[in-house]
């Protein structure tokens, strides 16, 4: 079900007159969803160029309580303050809380005995909950409620005595952590290929999990071959996959047929920055991953009328507006923004930092 808005704003800072272009889908209820393509933006000829802005785009619930919850911690206890891992994968928000005082660590044999520490969005194992435990660390914890939810699914099917298989990408930080809940009852898997390799000894009692930040298309073809293995395997009661991941590739899947080259905002080493990649290439439409628009190349943009742009969940809304800028200066006078769906969450705070609300930092987007 579809339904659009065309708002026409005009912009003071600009003297431009924009298009704002709404289009609302119902919500898929599982993997299996439909793509809608809006048919009434026309893609533009002759040599007027056009900015088509991606929405929702850029930060996540998880990723504004993250990097807030780095931002109160040193605003009550004072820097430093030690981040296990990148709090999110984001060179930009990284560089800015380090400058702020935080110190990012790969393990916790890096953190002072005693000292407090905060996890990653990206959750960890309960080994190193253990570890935490042993040097008498601090521990402030960051992790998304929504990669909560898949630890405690992978819990909860391990004591059922499931085997688990876990679909997700070797040695990111989030399948490591999921993996350490039941590594010895947990097989992992990241194609389909790996599927035909699984041997399960009780092919009666399985189930399949993911990582959060999947491509929504591949996964969908793992777990049809999942299906077609194992009959009898079940899934989570609600998808893992996170709703800032599905609804960023939908905005991709819906405008790339309108535009020659998609521009994603967003570190090499974000997830779901690279999905959004990967879905606008396999519909033929060329997309680049860039942390800033320093790294916009003249060959990006070769022959290209109409450029879309969005951003990765960790990707701050300052580094699109600054692509924005610089399109702009490069001949793409027009703008509009597609909406493909309103977004409204947000996540409550660790409960250790809960009852500083009131100093809640607004995190520069
Ligand atoms: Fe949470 Fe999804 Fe954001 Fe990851 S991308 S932090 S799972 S909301």
Redesign the pocket.
């Known amino acids: 079900m579809v339904s659009c808005r065309f708002h026409v704003v005009f912009d003071a800072s600009k003297a431009q007159l924009l298009v704002i272009l709404n289009i609302s889908l119902m919500p898929p209820t599982s993997l299996a969803y439909e793509t809608v393509i809006p048919t009434d933006i026309a893609p533009v000829s002759g040599t007027q160029k056009k900015i088509i802005l991606l929405k929702p785009r850029g930060f996540?619930?998880?990723?504004v309580r993250?990097i807030d919850v780095v931002r109160i911690a040193l605003d009550l206890y004072g820097a430093p303050i030690y981040v296990r891992k990148e709090i999110?994968h984001n060179r930009h928000v990284v560089d800015e809380l380090r400058s702020a005082g935080a110190i990012f660590v790969e393990e916790l044999s890096e953190v002072p005995v005693g000292a407090r520490v905060i996890f990653s969005?990206h959750g960890v194992s309960p080994a190193v909950r253990a570890e935490a435990k042993e040097r008498r660390l601090q521990v402030i914890d960051a992790t998304?409620?929504?990669?909560t939810k898949v630890h405690l699914e992978a819990v909860r099917f391990a004591k059922q005595g499931y085997t688990i298989v876990l679909i997700g990408h070797r040695d990111h930080d989030e399948v490591t952590g999921t993996l350490g809940e039941a590594p010895e009852c947990t097989f992992l898997v990241s194609d389909v290929e790996d599927v035909d390799r699984l041997t399960i000894k009780d092919p009666e009692r399985i189930v399949y999990l993911t990582q959060?930040?999947l491509s929504l298309d591949e996964t969908s073809d793992i777990v049809h071959r999942l299906r077609e293995r194992f009959p009898k395997i079940v899934g989570p009661k609600t998808q893992d996959i996170?709703?800032?991941?599905e609804n960023r590739q939908l905005a991709v899947k819906a405008v790339a047929p309108l535009c020659q080259a998609l521009l994603v905002v967003g570190s090499q080493n974000s997830s779901?920055s690279r999905r959004l990649v990967e879905v606008c290439e396999k519909a033929g439409v060329p997309a680049y991953l860039l942390d800033d628009c320093s790294e916009v190349q003249f060959a990006m943009l070769k022959g290209v009328d109409t450029v879309a742009v969005t951003a990765g969940?960790s990707a701050p809304e300052h580094l699109v507006q600054e692509l924005i800028d610089h399109l702009r200066a490069n001949g793409y006078s027009d703008l509009e923004e597609a909406e493909i769906k309103e977004e409204d969450v947000r996540f409550t705070l660790p409960s250790d930092l809960e009852s500083f609300t009131p100093r809640l930092y607004t995190v520069r987007a």
């Open positions: 996540c619930a998880g990723v993250a999110v969005a998304c409620p929504l990669v959060t930040t996170c709703y800032a991941t779901n969940a």
